[in-house]
């Protein structure tokens, strides 16, 4: 492969030398020095085809459990890993909420309230774009959102604002020979991420394909409600491939989308000015509008939120599915993956080799849907 | 100082010029004004609701708002075609019709710009694309050199004419060294603001009706038949409605001007037909859906059908000069080469863009009343915002306005 590239190419980092398994502390490229004699061979990935499905099972068993001991809202805000200094950071933000609701759950004269209700829709208002923010100030709009939040509805969110992690690169693989067409991911998304209720906003579209007829999408049906898995038929989902070069953030006047460092293509709710050209320009069919005021009942609202993820949005702006950030960047698998009955979804890090992710990549015969179209999904699909 | 009293005195003198005229012109006036009212009614409604209230959904996000303001992209850069001549080949002949024309774009571009506001999610953050405060995506969307674009194009479109119309207002002659330059400038720029526009969507390769590289070309080839089309038939009102002197030559180069864009745009469309029918692909699958629609739905039928014979007929009566010299037949021609245009390149470019859709489904679109009132008051705003410019600078090239009552120049009543 060339340096130059006539279009764009996902780097996997595959290619990458590794700093420590071409050279070694003599500072010699090419055998020699005599250390390298000890190491074994690579011979690929360890798993096995029969590994990878006791894992996958594994997996779902997993999940199944930790559904039965659901960690309640306390342990969620509280069992978290964080450095001192984010420690601190965080308790400080929480004191000053906290000092702040106290005072006004105190405070005789309701007008302190309309005051800083106003003086918080002001700052979100005039504030800048969130790409370009400083630590600081991410983290004082989302203290504004939470504050904001409990000013209204008199209940408490979490929201984060988690950055990437380096040497992470987040990627998703669909078993179709697994798919049975039960939507629970489907479900599993508009309840984790709040999306709008009134309309059915939903992110991934499961398209039913009659056998023998090959991918047939113009055919297919992707609003069925009949059961499943229906005789002589197959199923294919579809979301946000988080591409790694996206027509979407391309096109988007404002910077108000795009590409993060571990490979998620977020949006600023705040800064979208709602043109819908990214729409325009995705060849997926995976982005949504929010053609009125999205509407979540308040007993449904999912509090533990991310800033750039499923935090609740307003009217005339952009959504995706964003492999579920607030989840996937504390370690989890995002919401589809794990609401999953079948196995069909994986996800995880590409940039591990020991990933499942990885395995299947190496493994099975996988493909992407319109890869002449040069925009690298991070989504591949694959059957048993 | 003197300038600035002078300036002064012109705003004054034309807004009480505005302000009166014929029980026509304030009929008329008061029409524009209703409509403007019922189309800002109804933007309230959209502003309270969200766009959920027009036709619009996820499958076909862009409508009506998009197809008028592509098409009066088309219409503001045809005011090139009599600027050309007029000031850089010294054509004489064009020097009434030119301030008419660049009022035209003004009012086009007025219009275009209220088009993308109505069409935006969030209209209270669009500061967030002004550059220095917000940020601007520049030079990789394609929206963003538009708004530039668009932007400048009002602006040279603006200074020109009141640059002039100021020194004949004082009754001075307009130095061609100042203006000729900036001419020369919204000549290059008319074309930019209409191959930029065809650019936003030829960009996509999501979407392949649009992903052809016709499709800048054939913007062009419409834009300077429709444009002038419309020029001709404001020059016949205006030659009706007041006295301001319009020589048949003139009307006669316009439709000149007309008939050749027309033909050009008639062998594109040809070729476009071509391309997507002899050897048809997946992606001739938007044109299928135009012409003779997908899985029986048909919407955009009745609109194709009417656009392609009007086209072809304007086309080939404008071609004979007999016809053409005729003048009824000559405005009866831009009419229905004006209504074919604006379906073929609004409704008809860009809904079918969305059908069928990435994944092949399809999802018609129709708009709602709200949308049609919205665009209805657009176009009424444009069309009072034209007879206000138009009514001012016929004032002051006829001598009704002057400041401090100098006489008429010569020159002009040449």
Known sequence: MGDKKKWFQLDLGLNKKQPNAGTCGCGKTSGGCGSHAAEPPKTGHAISSAEFDAAVEQELTQETMVGQTRKDGFQQVFDVKMDRRSAFRKLTASLLVGAGAVHTSCSVTAGEETKEKAQLDWEEQFKGNYKLMTEEEKQATVDRLVRSYQLRKKENIKMTATDASKDVLFGYAFNISKCQGYMDCVS?????????????????????????????????????????????????????????????????????????????????????????????????????????????????????????????????????????????????????VEACPTGARIFGNLLDPDSTIRWVLENKQVFRLKEDLGTEPKFWYFMD | METVRAFRSMVK??????????????????????????????????????????????????????SNFTFLVGVAAAAVMLVMPTYVLKDIDFKQAVLIGEGLAVAALVMCLAFVVADMGGPSVLWHMIPGIG??????????????????????????????????????????????????????????????????????????????????????????????????????AIRKFSEFKIENKTISKIAMIVTVAAQINLIMLVSELFKEFYAPTHHSESAYYLFFGLEGKTALLPWIWTAIPLNILATVLLTFHKLRNNFKVLYFCCFILFVAIWIEKGFGLIVPGFIPGPYGKIAEYTPTWIEIWVTLGIWAMGAFVFTMLAKTSIGIELGKLRYKKKKVLESETA
């Open chain 1, 188 to 336: 599993a998304c508009v309840k984790e991420n709040n999306q709008d209720r009134n309309s059915e906003m939903q992110y991934i579209r499961i398209h039913e394909m009659k056998d023998g007829e090959g991918f047939k999408f113009n055919e297919a049906d992707d609003n069925y409600y009949h059961e499943v898995p229906a005789e002589g038929h197959f199923y294919m989902g579809t979301q946000c491939f988080h591409c790694d070069n996206p027509p979407c953030v391309e096109v988007c006047p404002v910077e108000a989308t795009w590409r993060e460092e571990d490979g998620l293509v977020v949006i600023d709710y705040d800064w979208c000015i709602g043109c819908r050209y990214c729409m325009a320009a995705c060849p997926y069919d995976g982005r949504r509008f929010n053609w009125s005021k999205p509407e979540v009942p308040e007993e449904e609202v999912n509090k533990n939120q991310h800033y750039l993820g499923n935090r609740l949005r307003k009217k005339g702006v952009m959504e995706k599915c964003t492999f579920c950030v607030q989840r996937s960047r504390s370690g989890k698998d995002p919401a589809c």
């Open chain 2, 13 to 66: 003198d034309s807004l009480g010029y505005i302000t009166h005229g014929s029980k026509t012109y304030h009929i008329w006036m008061i029409f524009l004004t209703v409509i403007m009212l019922i189309g800002m009614y109804c933007y309230s409604i959209q502003l309270d609701e969200g766009l959920s209230v027009t036709g619009m959904n996820d499958r076909v996000s862009w409508g009506l708002y998009i």
């Open chain 2, 135 to 236: 940020v601007f995506n520049f030079p990789n969307s394609m929206l963003a050199w538009d708004v530039i674009v668009l932007n400048g194009y009002l602006f040279i479109n603006i200074t020109i004419p009141l640059y002039i119309l100021f020194r004949h207002y004082q009754g001075k002659e307009a130095k061609s060294k100042i203006y000729v330059p900036g001419s020369i400038l919204s000549v290059l720029w008319a074309v930019g603001i209409h191959l930029v526009t065809a650019f936003l969507y030829e960009g996509l390769q999501a979407r392949p009706f649009w992903n052809n590289a016709l499709l800048g070309p054939r913007f062009l080839a419409s834009a300077f038949a429709a444009g002038p089309a419309l020029i001709i038939l404001v020059l016949a």
